[in-house]
């Protein structure tokens, strides 16, 4: 693992040795800061170094004339908030076809709205702002929480350095992340809902999205030197409260914390970030007592963004390390004795020919120990020899006829599909049938 580590830090860094430095769009955050989406992404979700330190700082950035305000004295209290409510909206439309069609199921599903999200994402006051995303699903049929964050931010100058800090409520560990190298806001942007996807992820890749509650605090100091820290607990949304865990692979015992350290260099043409990232949660599987699994996530990650006059270059990657100590699962004989790990790798460039195309590619790698109790036997999501190793790559093409409107077209290819490259599954199928097409149009108001 060690060696393995060495490695993606070595050669990503290696890559950009000779760099010299020269520093999800929403239009509720255009009509409150008088800038167009570009002015803080390349496109959607992508931000550039305006769009970080605008998160950063709590969302809370406005333009002169958005915003009511009343002074304030001892005797009277002041008022700060924005003329009209930050409300937003986008729907998102879609088609998805496999190269083999998921046994006895329709191919080429085309769904209408494939979601639609409401937001409610701006400045609450002078230093708190939100992004707060509630997502009506077509396969659920109903409205759900979706990613949020809810921040306060404040900054001062100390030693003639600016020093920024603030305070984040959120749902999704990595959600309050400034970079688009971690999982919540990384490549791929876009994804189906009904194609198949491997069975083995590592627990801070999604798997506690929209699940649980945080709270922690962040700080940068003089736009280079990023930490933060959270602690969470499950809040499984749509259970009732205080929660028995049933029905639910993950129920934290005490509290999960995820730590964030990153350093940044912005130059005129170039940033560069590179960063680790992980988190640490014990959990007991459907119920809050008895012998409880362990898990620890850790790994490097690395952003690179150049111009080229009005193009953009990005490149980005992550490692992410999982060792576990399964007691729990052994103890109900779904997990098979002794330590156990992941390693999840992913690696990805895009070009954005200004802000109306662009074009990227990505890698991805999953694998670690076998365990056919862990990942059993089972007709297309399952592992006939418990191997978790799945790989493969993806290509993105998105046109952007307006800053407001996302075309998109997106190929998905695997090599090996939960342990397999041919009959992963012990029924048949090959990690080629999965392969995908997905296509996309998404309208943001």
């Known amino acids: 693992m060690n060696r393995r580590l060495s490695f993606f830090v070595i050669s990503l860094i290696a890559g950009f040795w000779g760099l010299t430095p020269d520093a999800v769009a929403l239009p509720s955050y255009a009509r409150q800061t008088g800038l167009p989406c570009s002015g803080c992404h390349t496109t ?6 305006a769009g970080r330190l605008f998160k950063l700082l709590a969302f809370s950035d ?3 004339n958005s915003s009511i305000t009343a002074s304030s004295d001892k005797r009277h209290s002041g008022l700060d908030i924005l003329a009209s409510l930050p409300l937003s909206a986008f729907l998102e439309t879609s088609t998805t076809g496999t190269k083999v069609p998921q046994p006895a199921t329709q191919n080429w599903n085309f769904e209408f709205p494939q979601d639609v999200s409401l937001f409610l994402a701006g400045a609450w006051s002078t230093h708190i702002g939100s992004f707060l995303q ?10 759900s929480i979706d990613n949020t964050d809810v921040r306060y931010a404040n900054k001062r100058q100390v030693a003639g350095k600016e020093w920024d800090y603030g305070i984040t409520l959120n749902n999704n560990p990595t959600v309050e992340d400034l970079w688009n190298s971690t999982p919540a806001w990384g490549y791929p942007f876009i994804a189906s809902n009904s194609a198949p996807t491997p069975t083995a992820a590592p627990v801070i890749d999604g798997l506690l999205a929209q699940d649980v509650a945080g709270i922690g605090a962040y700080t940068m100091w003089d736009q280079h030197v990023y930490f933060a820290g959270t602690v969470y607990r499950s809040n499984h949304v749509g259970n009732p409260q205080p929660t028995t865990g049933q029905g639910y692979s993950y129920n934290i015992r005490g509290v999960a914390p995820y730590w964030r350290l990153a350093w940044q260099q912005t130059g005129r043409t170039a940033n560069l970030e590179v960063g680790f990232y992980g988190i640490h949660m014990k959990s007991t599987p459907q119920l809050v007592t008895g012998p409880q699994d362990s898990y620890t996530d850790f790994g490097p990650d690395i952003q690179y963004d150049r111009t080229f006059g009005k193009d953009v270059l990005s490149l980005r990657g992550t490692y992410v390390r999982e060792n576990s100590a399964l007691v729990a699962s ?4 779904a997990a098979n004795p002794g330590p156990h790990h992941l390693n999840a790798s992913n690696a990805n460039v ?7 195309y662009s074009g990227a590619f990505g890698w991805f790698l999953t694998d670690g120990t076998m365990d056919s109790l862990f990942y059993p036997q089972s007709a297309l999501a399952g592992s006939a020899n418990g191997n978790p190793r799945s790989t493969g790559f993806t290509t993105n093409f998105s046109v ?10 997106q190929y998905t290819v695997y090599t090996r599909f939960n342990g397999a490259a041919t009959n992963y599954d012990g029924a048949g199928r090959a990690a080629g049938d999965n392969d995908t097409v997905y296509l996309l149009a998404r309208f943001l108001f």
């Open 330 to 333: 052994v103890a109900s004989d």
């Open 350 to 356: 895009e070009y954005h020919l200004g802000n109306r």
């Open 44 to 49: 959607p979700p992508e931000l550039n170094s």
């Open 62 to 64: 406005k333009s002169q």
């Open 400 to 409: 952007w006829p307006m800053q407001n409107l996302d075309l998109a077209a």
């Open 134 to 143: 509630v997502t009506y699903s077509m396969q659920d049929d109903h409205f």
